[in-house]
């Protein structure tokens, strides 16, 4: 393989795999600056909790996807499957999010992927979520779906859906920088749903500690909802839009990369399609790819003779070319498949959106 910069490299550090008398002394000092970070922490949520801070409520319907942890959850599939659910319900949904890391006057790398994946549903992206969900109402979004919203608190929402990653359900169990965590565990109490994402890479039994850790943690406090999941690859896309079945993967030689928050992830899911991975390359999350990124995986796909190159949706709408170093290259789609809740979670979310309108509009970016 080529040298290439590594995704996983603070991910091994802060779960402890990463040994040696220089990883201990970084974690050392991870661990001190994760105090600060925890009180801004405390303070803000203290700040949600008590009236302190002013929360804004949206005109229509407002339903969050988000997390605990940084990285990969799974969040992007189930923002589709929410999408989908507000059409079938008869509502115009818009999805709101930050942008992370997308450039002036671009679209985030999560927009770009579910405009392939639900074309036709707005995206209104912008740091400040109040005014995002103005002006998707005011576009005439009927409801809001709010793409990593779990602590960006300040905007209202009629239901806050957090996604637990069974491979690493809790970020280490510390707070960043130290760990993976946004916030402290607690803050699920203020879930209305939880949903176990990739149930299928870990047993029964042990989706059961992770339920009795959440609800530890909730303080028998359980969301209303609670569901488990797998994402499952439903077909390969190229960049100009060509679908072609999974089974093309299967007893081939492939070259993989990716810029997500679980790249073990993925490979895990090649593994499982039958593909013999001769080359796999995770970058960080949200990579911004470059000329010299695409030149040494297909000099490195090449090297490895691969029969295809294969990504993320996510990465292949940043790196849109149907070859790389004259290998095809690919990416996987991948959908919410639910294995137990979607029924409870189907009611939910149906309940919420036959509320009608709430009446108090928010007014821009307070």
Known sequence: MSVLPDGDAFRRLVD???????????????????VPYAAVVHVRNSGYDTGLLPVRRAAVPVVSVGNLTLGGTGKTPLVAWLARRCL?????PTIVSRGYGAAPGRTSDEAAELALVVPGVPHV???????AAAAATAGGAEAIVLDDGFQHRRLARDLDIVTIDCTDPFGCGRLFPRGLLREPAAGLRRAGALILTRCDHVHPGRRSEILAAASDHCRGRMPAVVAET????????????????LGMLRGRRVAAFCGIGNPGAFRRTLDGLGAEVVAFHPFADHRVYE????????????????????ATLKDLVKLPRETLGGIPLVALE??????A???????????????????NRVGGGA
Not at 27 to 33: D, I, K, Y
Not at 230 to 245: F, K, Y
């Open 291 to 310: 000329h010299a990124d695409a030149e040494n995986l297909g000099a490195a796909a090449a090297a490895a003779r691969a029969d295809f190159v294969v």
């Open 341 to 359: 809740g979607e029924e409870d979670l189907d009611h939910l979310v149906g309940a919420i959106l036959s509320r009608g309108m709430p009446d």
């Open 16 to 34: 402890g795999s990463r040994r040696g008398a220089a990883a201990t002394l970084a974690r050392a000092g991870l661990a001190a600056l994760s």
């Open 125 to 131: 992206a912008d740091r400040d979520r109040v005014a």
């Open 230 to 245: 797998v994402h499952g690859p439903v077909r390969l896309r190229t960049s100009a839009g060509a679908e072609i079945p």
């Open 88 to 92: 079938a319900a008869g509502r115009r």
């Open 334 to 339: 991948i959908a919410i498949q639910f294995l």
